[in-house]
């Protein structure tokens, strides 16, 4: 069965630092690129960062560039969102998602919640 | 950046009626637009990908159509497991890869 599992969402305070992991399972992982997608209680979907199959390419949103870094390891089929210096508006549920055909997402996992707050 | 723009923001239709969902590109996606559906407390789901296709496993009462900035989900027969939020994203333009504000459709 496909399925992602994301983990590592907590609260932390702001400036603090978090990584978020997402784990595929039954599906061949090196050969697509992933997706984190966030949703802020009560709000839309807003794309957050995505890297390629082999890891070579990788984009942020302006909103978070330069703070969160996007890495995989295609030998443990693991993705993770390295997030530092984090702020009050990045809480969210993090979702990472499959990418296919140029950027639409067809599986996702259930979310991990991240919560900035002093 | 191209940005998406949903229409209405709140859909009330009966079970059993047709429901429309709109959705507007700020320039053109052409058909690389998707569709997905939210339940309260879950992610995401893929219903419509390529502007029309739909995705695994998806009911043949959701449609999609359009293209450029013009596009619409339909729903023909609403069933009570329908009610949702729905979502349309671009991926013509990217990055940044956009999402519409949602629709919500609720029983009336």
């Known amino acids: 069965q496909v399925q992602l599992v994301e983990s590592g969402g907590g609260v932390v305070q702001p400036g603090m630092s978090l990584t978020l992991s997402c784990g595929g399972f039954g599906f061949t992982f090196s050969t697509y690129g992933m997706f984190w997608v966030r949703q802020t209680p009560g709000q839309g979907l807003e794309w957050v960062t995505i890297?390629?199959?082999?890891?070579?390419?990788?984009y942020y949103a302006d909103s978070v560039k330069g703070r969160f870094t996007i890495s995989r390891d295609n030998s443990k089929n693991i993705l993770h969102l390295q997030m530092n210096n984090l702020r009050a508006e990045d809480t969210a549920v993090y979702y990472c998602?499959?990418?296919?055909?140029?950027?639409?997402?067809?599986?996702w996992g259930k979310g991990t919640t991240v919560t900035v707050s002093s | 950046e191209i940005v998406m723009t949903q229409s209405p923001a709140t859909l009330s239709v009966s079970p059993g009626e047709r429901a429309t969902l709109s959705c507007r590109a700020s320039q053109s996606a052409s058909s690389n637009l998707a569709w997905y559906q939210q339940k309260p407390g879950q992610a995401p789901r893929l219903l419509i990908y390529?502007?029309?296709t739909r995705a695994t496993g998806i009911p043949v009462r959701f449609s999609g159509s359009g293209s450029g900035t013009e596009f619409s989900l339909t729903i023909s027969r609403l069933q009570s497991e329908d009610f949702a939020v729905y979502y349309c994203?671009?991926?013509?333009?990217?990055?940044?890869?956009?999402f519409g504000q949602g629709t919500k459709v609720e029983i009336k």
């Open positions: 994203q671009q991926y013509n333009n990217w990055p940044p890869w956009t």
């Open positions: 998602a499959r990418a296919r055909d140029g950027g639409h997402m067809d599986v």
């Open positions: 890297i390629s199959n082999d890891g070579s390419n990788k």
């Open positions: 390529g502007a029309s």
